[in-house]
């Protein structure tokens, strides 16, 4: 089973611990700072829109972009509820399109570990390269080596009246990737039963270091790393970080 086809009925559920508007607040400060206080941005791996709802109220006009169909689901039911003006997309990342160009790309809850493959992940840089405005904003966040040695070889698991789960998790140092096999029981109907499914995700460790090259070698100019949605700068105990990169080689004017 692909993942997120289970998970993204309880998604929301299991990821409200999250400071989703914290995170919000951090992003929309750093756009601010860089002149870009509204316009269209773009968010890679949206999910369930969470952030991209958040991001729509702080003024953006946004564009949504997961290859989940599930998660794109639960995306639009918020869009109906809100009334928020978003365009979700249903695309892969590593070969996303867009109409034309957007002011910044935005990309958190470690969407970009998912990316397992050096070129890929250069693919993904180039495309967001492609569609930024002039001395447009690429953010994104990453878990980090750190993150997943921290949870190593480990069995997690939650239970509550409306869903349940039981994580088991890998890491594999040498290789920097990290899986975990989700077990879910999700409730069948009000009749006290529950449907277990399983699904496998799979996901790499990225270094600062491997990203800046990637990113300048995508064309992109590497603004800053920093501890994620803290300020602070980036330690080998970081669990999760934040990367800044601009947009520098197109024309700013018509010509």
């Known amino acids: 089973m692909a993942a997120y086809d289970s998970l993204a009925s309880v998604y929301d559920l299991f990821m409200e611990d999250v400071d989703y508007e914290g995170w919000c607040r951090y992003l929309t400060g750093m756009l601010r700072k860089n002149g870009i206080e509204d316009g269209l941005l773009c968010e890679l ?10 991001l729509s ?15 794109l689901t639960a995306a639009q039911e918020k869009k109906d509820r809100s009334g928020a003006d978003i365009l979700y997309l249903l695309q892969d990342m590593r070969e996303f399109e867009l109409y034309g160009t957007v002011r910044a790309v935005i990309s958190v809850c470690d ?3 998912y990316i397992l493959d050096e070129q890929e992940l250069l693919r993904v840089f180039q495309l ?12 994104f966040d990453v878990n980090t080596a750190a993150k997943y040695e921290a949870i ?25 990737l990290n899986e975990y096999c989700l077990t879910l029981f999700l409730p069948e109907g009000d009749n006290g039963l529950y ?16 990203l800046r090259t990637l990113i300048e070698k995508a064309g992109l100019a590497w603004i800053d790393a920093q501890d994620a949605y803290t300020g602070l700068p980036v330690t080998p105990d970081s669990e999760r970080i934040l990367i800044a990169a601009r947009e520098i080689r197109k024309q700013s004017f018509i010509g």
Do not use: K
Not at 198 to 208: P, V
């Open 45 to 54: 791996g949206c999910g369930t829109g969470t952030m991209t709802e958040l």
């Open 57 to 71: 109220g702080a003024g953006y006009d946004m564009i949504g972009i997961d290859n989940s169909p599930e998660m």
């Open 152 to 176: 190593g070889d480990s069995v997690i698991a939650e239970s509550r009246e409306e869903a349940s789960f039981i994580w088991e998790n890998s890491y594999d140092a040498e290789s920097n």
């Open 111 to 113: 969407s970009l570990n």
């Open 128 to 139: 967001v390269n492609n569609y930024l405005d002039p001395g447009g904003l690429f953010l």
């Open 195 to 210: 449907r277990r499914q399983e699904e496998i995700h799979t996901q790499r460790a990225w270094s600062a270091g491997q």
